[in-house]
């Protein structure tokens, strides 16, 4: 859109040259491996313009390149438009990986530069193996770009308070969420337990933050001792009511940036993630010292209990009760309101409701081609006026003390063409084929995955994302280990089990003209039959069945349809009233 990228990459590689770097690598991240970032951190956007969460930045000599995933290529095309960036794109068949890239595009003996603090150790153990190959260095620099950054207005890093998760929401104490960890460790044979990742310190402290956009967590480090704990943060940070709050549970303090000197002093075993620690964390640890395993808390949290299950059954009838007035006005000023209005819309019905917080991610509002752009975001005074055709796709969620909600409703705004309802009923097929599946325990999301595309790739179609992601509790809305997806990574390796929050969203993108997804959060249960499991959803939201070609489905679909929608007028119309129910009412009729 603009030349300041390019202007800013040749100052950057003005200082290649002194420095004896062929190139950079820079990953959308921060020291925690965080999907979001506070501004302070990022690096990648800052550098490219591009702000899509995933992708990352190449840099050579002579050639500038962003690979992002599927997600982001029409906005990535978009953004990067007037730049020199390429646009490669990831997971396309002929596109070079990042390490094929620099394996053809350096000679040996050349160096890659890297920040540490934006790489996990993991990753940067697999980079030097990929690049020894051709005797290419990778050098750890971590002021290479943030110096420049620096001298032009890098935001200062977050210093907003922090606040209780409370009791009454949180449900376990701090004290006994140390206990479960210390078990473990007991089990790992370890003394100590560095904790870098900040969903997991939030979760395991009952404190949240306002450091990152719409994830209630806040810039930290934690290490769970036999018999205490530390935590890692700026005191500027803190009341003394948290204060309070940690030094119950033998929860000292120190300062954010002492965590590497305080590592360094290490004299027992410590457990420690490589997956997620970054590099020059990971390094200040005596070798000696360092046992490598999965952050103990992540399983733990992932697998919410029957008490913080119910909290999110509340805030999910809350969610659908803005969302009800939210859709009924749009569908009284269709022709007149825009997408950004809409998603403005949804956020103020939401900050009605009790225990509000605010939004779980900015509000996807794509009406017609928009809708194809996966992570499309409405900019005021620029998005498109939703007008009395096509189809709307609107993916929107909520903050709560008592839980986090992510929602996709497609609807028909207008006349819709015979294509785009076989569309529609396909992903639906596939939404519901996932949440009516039985399945054995020790069954990962990569097997349920074929589930949601089976109908689509009856077609010949397909959508280029996952479908589904683990949630948080008032925490991130895209939260691991678990998930439903194709691929390697742990939403498609990790077991299913009792407690998981996941998303269920199949869709289809038909770039230029419309966009599909439905999506509903998932319960994992027991099912009667032992060792057996099924979902179970949560949300609480009409589908839109003017869109179904109903001869397409099954009695067992409709069935389906009818009981989910008698569930949710079951659960919303007696806090609604007026119009607004009667507008639900009719919305959750038979088919």
Not at 316 to 323: E, N, Q, Y
């Amino acid at each position: 859109m603009c030349q300041k990228p390019n202007l800013l990459i040749s100052k950057l590689k003005e200082t290649f040259f002194a420095l004896n770097i062929h190139a950079i690598v820079i990953p959308a991240s921060d020291p925690h491996q965080s999907e979001y970032l506070a501004d302070h951190w990022k690096l990648r956007e800052w550098i490219s313009g591009f702000t899509g969460s995933a992708g990352s930045v190449v840099i050579t000599r002579t050639e500038s390149g962003l690979w992002t995933d599927s997600r982001y290529f029409l906005q990535a095309e978009e953004e990067l438009s007037g730049s020199d960036i390429k646009l490669f794109r990831d997971g396309q068949e002929g596109t070079l990986t990042i390490n094929e890239y620099l394996l053809n595009s350096l000679d040996d003996g050349q160096r890659v530069a890297i920040n540490p603090l934006m790489w996990s150790h993991n990753a940067i153990e697999g980079l030097r193996k990929k690049l020894s190959t051709k005797n290419i260095e990778v050098v750890i620099d971590q002021q290479l770009v943030e110096n420049l950054w620096n001298q032009n207005n890098r935001p200062a890093l977050p210093s907003s308070k922090i606040f209780i998760h409370k009791l009454k929401h949180a449900e376990l104490s701090v004290a006994e969420k140390l206990e479960v960890v210390r078990e473990q460790m007991k089990k790992e044979k370890v003394g100590q337990h560095l904790v870098t990742t900040l969903d997991d310190i939030a979760w395991q402290f009952n404190l949240r933050g306002y450091d990152i956009a719409h994830n209630p967590v806040f810039l930290s480090y934690a290490i769970i001792r036999s018999t205490d704990a530390i935590l890692f943060i700026d005191p500027i940070k803190l009341s003394q009511e948290v204060i309070d709050h940690l030094s119950v549970s033998q929860v000292s303090i120190l300062p954010y940036t002492e965590i590497e000197d305080h590592l360094l002093k290490i004299k027992e075993p410590i457990l420690v993630n490589p997956q997620d620690c970054n590099e020059l964390v990971y390094a200040s640890i005596p070798d000696e010292h360092i046992v490598k395993g999965s952050t103990i808390s992540r399983l733990i949290k992932a697998q919410k209990p029957a008490s913080v299950i119910a909290h999110i059954e509340h805030a999910m009838v809350k969610d659908g009760i803005a969302l009800a007035h939210a859709f009924y006005e749009l569908y009284q000023n269709i022709g007149t309101i825009t997408e950004a209005e809409f998603a403005t819309l949804i956020a103020t019905k939401r900050s009605e409701q009790k225990d509000y917080y605010g939004e779980s991610f900015p509000a996807i509002v794509g009406y017609q081609a928009n809708g194809a752009i996966v992570h499309y975001r409405p900019k005021t005074g620029s998005s498109a006026i939703i007008q009395a055709e096509g189809l709307l796709l609107c993916d929107s969620g909520g903050q709560y003390f008592d839980g986090t909600t992510d929602i996709t409703r497609t609807i028909a705004v207008g006349p819709v063409t015979q294509e785009q309802k076989e569309s529609y009923t396909c992903v639906l097929k596939g939404h519901i084929a996932i949440d009516q599946a039985v399945f054995p325990k020790g069954t990962t999301g990569g097997q349920l995955d074929p589930l949601a595309r089976q109908f689509l790739w009856a077609k010949g179609l397909d959508y280029g994302h996952g479908t589904g992601h683990g949630v948080g509790y008032f925490l991130n809305v895209h939260e691991p280990p678990q998930g439903i997806s194709p691929g390697t990574g742990s939403r498609t390796t990790t077991a299913l089990a009792p407690g998981m929050f996941t998303s269920n969203e199949p869709g289809y993108y038909k770039e230029g003209a419309y966009g599909i997804r439905i999506e509903n959060l998932i319960i994992c249960e027991e099912t009667d039959h032992k060792g057996y499991l099924k979902h179970r959803h949560l949300t609480l939201f009409p589908l839109d069945t003017s869109i179904i070609v109903q001869e397409m489905l099954t009695r067992d679909e409709v069935d389906w349809l009818n009981n989910y929608h008698e569930l949710v007028a079951t659960k919303l119309l007696p806090h609604l009233t007026g119009e607004v129910a009667d507008w639900v009412e009719k919305a959750c009729s038979s088919i």
